[in-house]
């Protein structure tokens, strides 16, 4: 049988750290999940060893390809026997491994009194700050074997991740700096702030013999530091770079500053304004809705409508209409009814549902309204910005053509602002538009009426 083990490089310098909270990752791809399975493998002769590894919830253990399915890969071939009606893993020393999950923060509660040796958190970043220092309390050993933490993450620029890891990044690039990876540090915790030294006597000399230091270190890993995936998925590394901007940083680049922010998700000069668009596209209309008048003393959100076409030849985009307006609604329901008819019946009609009883209502009212036309409601989840990835992704892979007009520069305006303007109903619409085409929204009602 061939042996089971880390691949060079980061994973063999995350699994080899002796710290007691060691953190791994920072970009997708670096074999994150196949470490954490691995590490508490070398505890299992141990009869009382029991580990367990936390996602957020539950789909997340349980989703194809995701933790149990990745261990059912490992751990059947050191006689590891699974037991999926708790999803754990018992070896012949009945040593365990478990997965668990803290989809609620109160679920922490449900560890008060254990004691954990090993404690595993894949995307740390999904977890509360509570929730990790409440599991810190339960790491604790009867076993021989000293009881420690080990994480993965991606960045997230917001998390409280970001900041307990800040020493091992670059503030101004975002990056880790390679100099300090696996370097150990050590923290206390004072009135729920975390003061952080050079070693436990520097603070111990400040703090008191009482004090207990813990060791963290951060281990940097990206797609190129994992040959087996790249090899054994070529078309990874393309995904990747697939991304909108802000994604690909993040996921490929590992960058832990990034944000949402204005010009990030969309620039005019990704795509090309045409004359003339093929006779062929196969077309749709999608309405972010709005129901308020302008007045001298407000800003209401726009009722806007996309209208977006691919090209079942070329599979290039084009957006070739966008109507917009601020009116009552009755007005916009008048809007919406117009401009169906000028658009005519070949083109499919899409209107967001809020997931409320009251949106639900909403958007049965105005398909019935469109009777005669292919009107879809659909329920939008999701942050705005993850949302419109997809279709930013394509405009700055110039698969996006925009029909000239009048209208050009202030799409493009609305676009470039996003995610930072007051309004972000141009946006949502195109996402709309996109996912619609794709298919990828949630549909909850699809009527020929």
Not at 307 to 319: P, R
Not at 387 to 394: H, K, V
Not at 418 to 425: L, N, R
């Amino acid at each position: 049988m061939d042996a089971i083990r880390p691949q060079p490089g980061a994973q063999e310098r995350f699994l080899a750290n002796p710290a007691d909270i060691a953190i791994y990752g920072g970009a997708a791809g670096g074999g994150k999940s196949f470490a954490l399975l691995m590490e508490p493998l070398r505890h299992i002769p141990n009869k009382n060893f029991g580990g367990v590894i936390f996602r957020r919830t539950s789909p997340q253990i349980t989703n194809e390809g995701a933790l149990w399915d990745e261990a059912g890969k490992i751990y059947p071939l050191i006689h590891g026997e699974p037991r999926i009606g708790n999803l754990e893993y018992r070896f012949p020393s009945e040593a365990s491994i478990s997965f668990r999950h803290l989809q609620h923060e109160a679920t922490k509660y449900d560890w008060q009194g254990a004691q954990v040796p090993f404690i595993g958190f894949d995307e740390l970043t999904h977890f509360t700050k509570s929730q990790f220092f409440y599991l810190l309390s339960r790491n604790r050993s009867t076993c021989g074997v000293k009881p420690y933490i080990r994480a993965t993450c991606n960045p997230d620029a917001d998390s409280w991740v970001a900041e307990f890891i800040a020493w091992w990044i670059d503030q101004e690039t975002g990056l880790a700096i390679p100099e300090r990876a696996g370097v150990i540090r050590y923290f206390i915790r004072i009135n729920d702030a975390i003061v952080w030294g050079e070693s436990p006597a520097a603070l111990e000399m400040q703090y008191g013999a009482d004090v207990k230091p813990k060791s963290v270190s951060f281990v940097p890993a990206k797609l190129t530091d994992n040959p087996a995936m790249m090899a054994a998925d070529p078309g990874y590394l393309a995904n990747l770079m697939a991304l909108p901007a802000v994604e690909r940083a993040r996921l490929l680049g590992g960058n832990w500053k990034i944000r949402p922010a204005a010009g990030l998700y969309f620039k005019r000069h990704w795509c090309q304004i045409v004359d003339a668009v093929p006779a062929n596209l196969r077309l749709v209309r999608y309405w972010d809705l709005a129901a308020t008048e302008k007045t001298e003393t407000n800003d209401p959100d726009w009722t806007e409508g996309i209208k977006l076409g691919q090209d079942s030849a070329t599979k290039f985009y084009y957006l070739v209409g966008w109507e917009r307006l601020r009116a009552s609604p009755m007005q916009v329901e008048t809007a919406i009814k117009n401009t169906a008819s000028a658009d005519g019946k070949s083109v499919s009609i899409g209107i967001p549902q809020d997931p409320a009883q009251a949106g639900k209502s909403q958007a049965e009212y105005l398909i019935r309204q469109l009777s005669g036309y292919e009107a879809r409601a659909r329920i939008e989840r999701g942050e705005k910005h993850i949302r419109f990835g997809p279709f930013s992704a394509q405009c700055e892979a110039g698969n996006v053509k925009i029909l000239r007009s009048t209208w050009n520069s202030a799409l493009f305006d609305n676009l470039e602002a996003f995610p930072e303007a007051a309004h972000d109903d141009t946006a949502d619409a195109c996402s709309g538009a996109f996912n619609m085409l794709q298919g990828g929204t949630a549909t909850v009602q699809a009527l020929r009426i």
